[in-house]
């Protein structure tokens, strides 16, 4: 497997941001990847570094979010904004190096991730 860091994805990431008004995001402890010949079938992943390795390493909270190259890069434009913007919602508000899982009782990812692109289309949109 080949990982390589993909700064598209981080320009990406800090436009989405932007435009969002995401700023409970650290863009300097978000590292992105491009991943070539991974076996995972999803577009994208994000990687948490976990409450344990921080406090043992004495570092601070950081993410990295991985694109899985044979198919996200097969995608359009906008629906890699939406695999982007989907994978910023497993960064929770406090930014503490764990993950949000796509389902709670009060929240379902994939909703909220449809219902952000359309507000990030409709900001674009006024530009």
Same mark, same amino acid.
């Given at each position: 497997? +080949?990982? /390589?860091?993909?700064?598209?994805?981080? +320009?990406?990431?800090?436009?989405?941001? !932007?435009?969002?008004?995401?700023?409970?995001? +650290?863009?300097?402890?978000?590292?992105?990847?491009? &991943?070539?010949?991974?076996?995972?079938?999803?577009?994208?992943? &994000?990687?948490?570094?976990?409450k344990i390795? /921080?406090?043992?390493?004495?570092?601070?909270?950081?993410?990295?979010?991985?694109?899985?190259?044979?198919?996200? !890069?097969?995608?359009d434009n906008?629906?890699? @904004?939406?695999?982007?913007?989907?994978?910023? %919602? #497993?960064?929770? @508000?406090?930014?503490?190096?764990?993950?949000?899982? #796509?389902? &709670?009782?009060?929240? #379902?990812?994939?909703? &909220?991730? #449809? /219902? %952000?692109?359309?507000?990030?289309?409709?900001?674009?949109?006024?530009?």
């Amino acid at each position: 497997m +080949d990982w /390589q860091e993909a700064e598209d994805v981080r +320009d990406d990431l800090l436009h989405i941001c !932007d435009i969002l008004g995401l700023s409970y995001i +650290d863009m300097g402890r978000i590292f992105c990847y491009r &991943t070539e010949g991974s076996k995972a079938r999803a577009y994208a992943r &994000t990687w948490a570094f976990p409450k344990i390795f /921080q406090r043992a390493l004495g570092v601070q909270p950081a993410y990295v979010i991985e694109v899985i190259s044979r198919y996200y !890069d097969k995608l359009d434009n906008d629906n890699k @904004k939406k695999v982007l913007i989907h994978e910023l %919602l #497993h960064i929770p @508000k406090n930014f503490s190096g764990a993950l949000l899982p #796509h389902h &709670t009782k009060d929240r #379902h990812l994939g909703r &909220t991730a #449809h /219902q %952000l692109f359309k507000e990030y289309k409709k900001k674009m949109s006024n530009f």
